[in-house]
Every structure is written in C-alpha cells, then in structure tokens.
C-alpha cells in the first residue's frame, strides 16, 4: 500500500490510516505487513484492523490496577476494553453489548474504553479469558441481532466436586449475578458460594411465552452455530438470550468432571494396534446401551473387565470408546469415593450407580477396581468387604432392570480381584490388553510420530518396533519424548528461529539407551556391555546359541515353515572360568532382548510358599515383557537331585525346582522366554530338568583350544603396552603365551596379563611397556587349577549326554 493508496481517516481519528484498495482501517505500525497481505484474510490475520465495523485482533489480559475507581472487579469480568478510536470507527457506544468471537467461542460483553492498551487492543480480565478458554485471535463487533428473553436457563456444572443440593440461597444468587446478562448456549458463568467460585456451562435455554416456545441444546446451538462462526463473517448465526430476575435456573445433577475433555483427548483414531480388540469392547458397549432392541429381553451381561500391565492403554481404550457412544459417562476413583467414616464410601458409590440410571444411556468406569474392592482374605478389613458387597449389589440390581448401563472395570492386577465379581452377570467379559507386538508397536509408533515433526522412514520405524521388546503403548510414548528432548538439545544451535527441531534416528538411538520397558524396572539387571567379538574362540557355542535365542526372534518364518518350535533352554557346563557367564552376558547384549538374572539367595524364603512364588513372578514378567532371557548361573544350587534332602520331601529346594519344572514346561506356555543357565557340577542336576522340552541343549564349555587361546590374547593384548619392537629378549611372543598356557581357563588366561602388568607396575609405577619376564613372573604365580580327574568327570558326560 504506497502513501498515494492510503489517507489518514477523520480528524478524530488521526493515528489510524484507510487502504483505499481493500478499505480497511489500520494503524502506522501494521503497514508494512498489510501491504504484503492486502486484501487481509478475515479467517487467519496476522496484523490487526477494522473492516465493515469489525476489529480484527487478538485477545489480551486487562490488568486490574487499570480499572476506573467506579468499577468493580466484578464488573469488569463483564466487559470487553477497547480503544476510543476504535469504538467510533466500530460504531460502538460505550456500555453496549459486544459480540466477542473467537474460534471456538461466541460471548457477549459490555464495551468499556480504556486508553492503557494499544489502539487495536482487545483485553479482557484474566478471569473472563480462563472462564471462557479465550485466546488467540479475536472479532469484536456490536450486538445487531435479536436478543431472546430466557425463560429457563439449564446448566451444568464444572469441575469434579459436585455441589449436590441446590439451595434456595445458590438459585437466588445465580438469579442475582446474572440478571440482565445476555448469554449464548454453551457459554460458561461463574459465581461466588461460600468464599469459592463456582463454574458452570449453559447447556440449554427455553424461550419466552412472548414467542414461539422452543428448546435449544447445547448440541444443537453449538452444531448450528459453529458452522457459521468461522471467522471470515462479520456476524454469527448463533441466538443469544437474555436472563431476567425471573428466569428460572436449573442445574443438572450431573457434573462436568472432564468427560468432555476426555472425549476431545482420547480418540479411537488415535490409537494404534489394539484395532480388533477394540472393535470386539465396542460390540459389547453397544449392546449394553441398548442399540439393538430386538435382543435386549434376553439381559445381556453389561460388565465389562479391561486387564493388562500398567502403562498399556486400558483407561485410554475405555475412554475412547466412551467418547465414541457419545453417552453419559461417569468415572470413579477409589481416592475420590473412599472416606473414613463408617457407610460414606457406599453411600458415595450408590450415588453414581442412582445418576447413572436417571441418565441412561451411560457408561461407568471403575478405574483400578482392585484398589477399590480388593479380594476378600482374612486380612481384608470390614470397610473393603463392606465396599465389595455394595458393589455386587449394585451390579445385580442393574443386571436385574436390564437398564441402557455399561459398567467397565480397569486393573493391572487380575488375581486380586475378588470372584465374586467375575461370575456371569457382573464382570464376565474380560479382555486382556495385552503388551504390543512389533507389528502393534509399529502402529502405535506412526500414530505418535504424526504428532512431531520427524526424519524417520517407515523401516527406521520397523527397526526401532523391533528393538523396544516389552515395550506398553506408555513406554513408547516415553520413548518418544526423550527422542524430542534430545532433539531439542542437540538442534537448538543448529535451527533458525522459525524452524521446528526434527526428531531423527540418532534422537531415538540416545532415547533407547535410558529407556527401558516399565514391567522390567522392578527386575532389571544392568548387563555389562559384552559382545560376540570379546569373547575368544568357541564359535561352535556361540551359533548354538544365536539358533535357539537369535534366530527364532529374526526368522520366526523358518522355524513354522519346518514345523518346529524354537528350543526353550541351554544349558552350559563346563570347569570354572571358561566365560559361560560370560557368554550370557555377550547373548543378552548381542540379541537386545530383556535380560532376567535369578539369584538363587534371593529366590529361598523362610515362608513356605514365597520362593515358589518368587520362581513364578521371574516367569511371569518375563512373559510379560518376551521375547526375553532367564539366565540361572549355578543351576545346581537350584535344581539339585531330589530325594537326598532331610526335609522328607519339604525341603525349599526341591518345592523351587518343582515350580521350575512347571514354567518350564507346564501348562501355561513360556512363549518367546529362552532359559539359559550355567553348572559346575551337571551331575548334580535333577534329570527331570535335562530333559527335551525343558533344557534342550546341553552345551559343553570346555578348556580353550589353542585357537581359541590365541583369540583371548589377542582380544586381552590390543588394549595392554606389550613389548613388540624391542629387542629379542623382551619381546612379548604370543605364540610362546598360547603354548605356555595348555589346560589353563579363560579366566586363567586373563589373570596371567593382569599379573604380568602388576609386575611390571611392581619394578616401576611409571612403566610403560609389558616385557616378556613380566609374563614369565605371572606363570609362576597363576597356574592351572582344573584338574585332570575334573575334566574326566566333564568328559564321561559330555559323552553320556550326546550318546
């Protein structure tokens, strides 16, 4: 716009200017923008103006140290400031109402001056802008339509803590507050009771006998009215209403405790893997709301029970699902309903079940009913079994009235829910959410990473899906902001100001290495960063044990093609320090599966039962979070011959390898879990535990050979200053070490280089180089302990075992 496309407007209005192209009034400082955007969009603008009597602005806060003496605070939430200037080109007198329109809300104010803002200002207290989630841009125009007289206002209050009864002093007060206000379906009010603000919505409003009596919902109003509201028209479509002193108001029993931001949040579409699974709860909720009539005699079981690990994504189906039914939704949390005194919590609980069959169809969620009404046992207390058998009462008598209710139940903890609960016409539909596979977790994946900006192809995906094994919808969402973290931190430097930070592979690589998934946190064993290439020799071992941990992971097709199922265990033995810890260490890091050390001190309890049952939570989370790996070293302090104890038959040893047994092959199936373990003393072992089946291979982890020795002192010597370039006499020869060190173990080998670098350390702190009489000391010092009548014992089985 050149200074010949632009004069100034009126004498009283000498600071705005006039575009004679588009004719919109502006200010000095927003030229330049409007000529690069001229003609402005009256949808999205990005400098403000006036046009056929509007003002297009944003919204700010008007601060209350600015308010005239002779206005209230009170007053002033009413009110809308804007500059004189921009009253007379709006042509708005002062104390008028105001249509305040933004994009998602539609309020009327009374227009007040104020001279404290800029000349496009548009503030509104901080009251009104939180009451009503004002912000961003904003369209401010005079009242021209016509203004209804309300009959009966209905509204319905917000937050969580439901005022109950409505008395005369709080119906005289809403009656006080808002006389003479004009509101439109959908708005939200406030008033003061008892030193706290009370929030409410307006959710529909009856009219006058004066005119044709009509209802409007908050569904209607709000469908009708946002279809036009869209910014780009100067006037909204929507009826606004005006309260008098003998409006009646009504408040809803039924308290807005965020079920519609839940239903705004949780979405069906957003969640990724569980697509058939849903589908089937979605079947039953239908059913039980009463969508298909024809079979609604039949009563139907209308209880439904969500089961599966913390983290997975039950409350987040559940609230989906009843976001999409559209119903009455009510949930219930065990902090929120219990009480101290004695009746309080069954008379709360009895409360929602009544407000749910006075507004069906709805939807009931139990959250963490374990915690609610856990599992009757001795150590129950009468309140715990009081709660329970309200809830079963309830359960029965919606059962028997066959109304349009659904109750759904959430727990991670299935065996402490009591019984009774889970018979036929209670909580009988139970559906596991189970943990994702990597197909699920690569759906869920691309679900949350249509959220952020990201550099990740589809296969980068597949890679990280197949990496995050045990991994709960929860866990990936984690993952996910610490790979948005790390992107942050590495690209702050690096991106211009308008730029967004990408989230790259090497974000989620970071991410990964302190991720971890939440079943494993209470069992998590740090495992030393040991690979394939640190391990000398033994390359026979290592495929066995890629073919029964590595392959059925990598090539699952190969093992169904043959017909075959991977083998469940290995088992390793062998003389002490041939690396058969080791090996597992190398196994869990080379295969990124989880990782479960048993200690056997840690699994005998003096109780009886509680080491039976700490073998059986090792299996279960390790199921849990499959594919994973059990490692047991020692195994022959756990699963020792029976029948040589003293307990006559009691002893905890042989009650733990009898759990063991049935993990291992009882009827619940192990799944992707491989047992590895490590003996001394195979003798020792039971051979119920050695059978096909149970521990299918049996590996020997015999002395090095000479190739393998070569390999352990070339992996142990890379890192250590051994003489290689001086003279005959000193020179470190490790073809002489390799035949110098026939019957030694690994672990033999390995302390001849630390002795030889102690005694070369021993003659000079400051030493710099290994020679060779270092390592001719250490032979003296370190000599081979496996002895020969050992070694036979190892032998005779190893050829017992492959016969």
Known sequence: MSTKSRKSLSSSSPSWQQCDKCQCALTQKDILLHEANCPPSTESWNHSFISDGVLYSTIEVFQSQELPKHISERDANDMVFISQSAFQLCDIAIGSSTVIATKDEVLVKTAWPTNEKSLTSVSLTKHAIELNNLAGLVKVYVLKSDVYIAKEIVINQLGKHLISNVTTELDNILKYFNEQKIFAIGNRLSVPYYGKKIAYRIVQIKMGETRKEQIKTLD??????????????????????????????????????????????????????????????????????????????????????????????????????????????FTVYSSDIYSKSIGETENKLKEIFNKAMSNIPSIILLEDIDNLCPKRSNSSTDHERRVLAQLITLFDDLQSTNSDIVIMATTSKLDFIDSSLRRPGR?????????????????????????????????????????????????????????????????????????????????????????????????????????????????????????????????????????????????????????????????????????????????????????????????????????????????????????????????????????????????????????????????????????PGRLDRIIYVGLPDEETRREIFNIKLQNMPIAKEENIEDKVNIDDLVSLTEGYTGAEIQAICHEAAMKALEENLNATVIVKKHFKAAFKIVTPRTSNSLLQIYEDYNKNNNK
């Not at 995050?468 to 211009?496: E, P």
């Not at 040991?530 to 044990?545: A, N, P, Q, T």
């Open 220 to 329: 209607e109003n709000l469908s009708e009215a946002f279809k036009n509201i869209n910014l780009t028209s100067n006037q909204t479509k929507i009826t606004f209403y005006k309260a008098l002193y003998t409006t009646k108001w009504t408040v809803l029993n039924v308290a807005e405790d965020g079920n519609s931001t839940l239903k705004k949040k949780f979405r069906i579409e957003d969640i990724g893997g569980y697509s058939d699974l849903i589908s089937d709860i979605r079947d039953v909720v239908t059913i039980g709301i009463g969508k298909y009539r024809s079979i609604e005699h039949f009563g139907v079981s209308k209880g439904i029970l969500l089961y599966g690990p913390i983290g997975v994504g039950k409350s987040m189906i559940a609230n989906a699902i009843i976001s999409e039914c559209n119903v009455n939704a």
């Open 427 to 691: 909580l009988d539909m139970e559906f596991e959410i189970y943990v994702p596979t990597p197909n699920m977790r690569t759906e869920i994946l691309i679900k949350l990473l249509s959220k952020i900006p990201n550099t990740l192809s589809h296969e980068d995906i597949q890679n990280i899906s197949f990496v995050t094994h045990g991994f709960v919808g929860a866990d990936l969402y984690g993952l996910c902001s610490k790979a948005i973290i790390n992107a942050v931190k590495y690209q702050k430097d690096k991106i211009m100001l308008d730029d967004e930070p990408k989230v790259t592979m090497i974000d989620f690589h970071h991410a990964l290495i302190t991720t971890k998934p939440s079943a494993m946190k209470e069992v998590l064993v740090e495992v030393s960063n040991v690979r394939w290439s640190d391990i000398g020799g033994l390359e026979d071992l290592k495929l066995k044990l890629k073919q029964a941990v590595e392959w059925p992971l990598r090539h699952p097709e190969a093992f169904a093609r043959m017909g075959i199922t991977p083998p469940r265990g290995v088992l390793m033995f062998g003389p002490p320090g041939c690396s058969k810890t080791m090996i597992a260490k190398a196994l869990a890091t080379e295969s990124k599966v989880n990782f479960l050390n048993i200690k056997g001190p840690e699994l005998f309890s003096k109780w009886v039962g509680e080491s039976e049952k700490a073998v059986r939570e090792i299996f279960r989370k390790a199921r849990q979070v499959a594919p994973s790996i059990i490692f047991i070293d020692e195994i022959d302090a756990l699963g020792g011959e029976r029948g040589f104890s003293n307990g006559n038959g009691s002893n905890v040893q042989e009650r733990v390898l009898a759990q063991l047994l049935i993990e291992l092959d009882g009827v619940t199936t192990l799944g992707s879990v491989t047992l590895v373990a490590a003996t001394n003393r195979p003798d020792k072992i039971d051979k119920a535990l050695l059978r």
